[in-house]
């Protein structure tokens, strides 16, 4: 059985190959930009890569390789997968163009270093090492950011610093899970640069599954967003491609959802997809908030849903403060183990917004004014937040122990 998949895979990457044609049209090369490695498919065998390019010569290919050095690219055993490219009007006649593809086949728990480019052009991205998921990964650990929504170069050196504290103080991260409003104006160009700029030595390597906030869907419109993040296909039939997804990663099940626009598609998607999940611990993420420092009505029904399916936590954005909620079951306080914690960590970027009045249902509530970042932590029994402010500061932290009857 292991030899058939392994043909198929071999045969795949020569096919991926094979299909490689001469350029039909000739600009001077321009090196990647704005790359950011996601998780598409199973993230033990696979792993997504999206960049951008301000013009195009030839195809633009992903490489991979095992290990974490490489001698030469021009051996045969390397890996290569021919991108999907877009072209991209950024607004005064101008182009650029967005690159995806995806690496299949690879090793549970394995370092692979890559590198994005075109032969054609020769201008390739340095190479850069991720790792796998292990089979079983007993714990895990992954950083939440929210907010980092800015738009000058200065303003991203703040959301590039958290994410530097961040994997300062959780070097072993597995990825992270962005809450949405990633830039101020997703039209500006300039800024997405900026962004992944100023973060790029951890997006290179550490997947960023991200959440559609405000800012990165504006009337129904999340293309320029959607366009910089390779994500799984699994959302609700007529959301907007790229924006819900769910994805499984150790003991826990990843639910991100789209508070922008078509939340009823979504609601009826949501209870199908908890209904088949069989992980312990369930996760999910959206921007708007459902019990942050104000309540986003409109999602009323998904809460229904979480209550039904006893999700754990739920990471949200938008409000720009911090806040955590007592566990809640049907709106109501209940014990620990028993209900949903909603949690908002503040902003990773330069806007603070001032603190809104404590609700019941807040255990947690302040504004500190200084970037902040969380740490989750997921093993089989136990599934725990540390929050921290950008200082590297400890301000909050909760755990909650495995509740569901019959574990
Ligand atoms: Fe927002």
């Avoid at 006649?93 to 299949?104: C, D, F, L, N, T």
């Avoid at 003991?251 to 999940?277: C, F, G, M, P």
Wanted: charged residues 20%; hydrophobic residues 35%.
């Amino acid at each position: 059985m292991i030899w058939i998949f392994v043909g198929i895979c071999i045969l795949l990457a020569v096919g991926l190959v094979v299909r490689q044609t001469k350029p039909s049209n000739v600009q001077p090369p321009t090196s990647p930009k704005s790359i950011v490695t996601t998780f598409k498919g199973d993230p033990q065998t696979t792993r997504a890569f999206t960049w951008y390019t301000e013009s195009v010569e030839g195809h633009a290919m992903l490489q991979v390789t095992e290990g974490t050095k490489v001698d030469s690219w021009d051996r045969p055993d390397i890996l290569t997968f021919t991108a999907k490219s877009t072209q991209i009007n950024i607004g005064g006649g101008k182009r650029q163009y967005a690159h995806q593809a995806e690496a299949i086949c690879l090793k549970p728990g394995t370092s692979y270093t890559y590198r994005v480019g075109s032969e054609q052009s020769g201008a390739w991205s340095d190479p850069a090492v991720i790792v796998t998921e292990p089979v079983s990964p007993e714990t895990f650990t992954f950083v939440n950011v929210t907010d980092s929504q800015g738009e000058s170069e200065a303003d991203f050196k703040a959301w590039g610093h958290t994410l530097d504290q961040a994997f300062g103080k959780f070097p072993e991260a597995s990825f992270i899970v962005h809450n949405g409003d990633l830039t101020e104006d997703p039209d500006q160009e300039k800024e997405w640069d900026s962004f992944f700029g100023q973060a790029a030595k951890w997006l290179v390597k550490i997947p960023l599954m991200p959440v559609t906030g405000n800012h990165d869907e504006i009337q129904g419109n999340a293309e320029r967003f959607t366009s910089h993040f390779a994500v799984p296909a699994n959302g609700a039939e007529g959301a907007i491609p790229g924006t819900n997804y769910s994805f499984n990663y150790g003991y826990a099940h990843i639910v991100v959802l789209d508070t922008e626009s078509n939340l009823k598609a979504q609601t009826s998607w949501l209870r199908a997809d908890l209904q088949s999940n069989r992980q312990p611990w369930t996760i999910v993420a959206m921007h708007r908030p459902a019990y942050g420092g104000n309540r986003y009505e409109k999602i009323e029904d998904w809460i229904k849903v979480f209550d039904e399916f006893g999700v754990d936590l739920v990471l949200q954005g938008h409000n720009h403060e911090y806040s955590r909620s007592y566990p809640l079951r049907d709106g109501k306080i209940v014990p620990g183990g028993e209900g949903t914690v909603y949690v908002i960590a503040n902003t990773a970027g330069p806007k603070f917004n001032s603190l809104k009045k404590d609700k019941y249902y807040h255990a947690v509530h302040f504004q500190n004014n200084k970037q902040m970042f969380a740490a989750v932590t997921v093993s089989e029994r136990a599934l725990s937040l540390q929050a921290y402010d950008a200082d590297g500061k400890l301000l909050d932290e909760f755990t909650q122990q495995r509740s569901r009857s019959g574990d």
